[in-house]
């Protein structure tokens, strides 16, 4: 008695449309996430820059006991 075992193919995985809505959603937050801190983090290092620009540094200038004050 040979009994004969039919199987069809199921599907692994049936995901459903909030499944895709979900993930793209949490990506696209991600990565405008990811654009506004760089924004954020690229003005800030343009105010430092500017500032630092307008410090003067004098060295090498002997000093000679005088007080400006």
Do not use: C, H, P
């Not at 800030?44 to 000093?63: C, H, K, M, P, W």
């Amino acid at each position: 008695m040979i009994a004969m075992i039919t199987k069809e193919k199921q599907r692994n995985q049936v995901k459903s449309k909030f499944y895709y809505i979900f993930w793209g959603t949490a990506t696209a937050s991600v990565v405008l996430g990811q654009l506004y801190v760089g924004s954020g983090y690229r003005m800030f290092a343009r105010s430092l820059n500017r500032i630092l620009d307008t410090i003067q540094v004098e060295v090498g200038q002997t000093y000679n006991n005088e007080r400006f004050y």
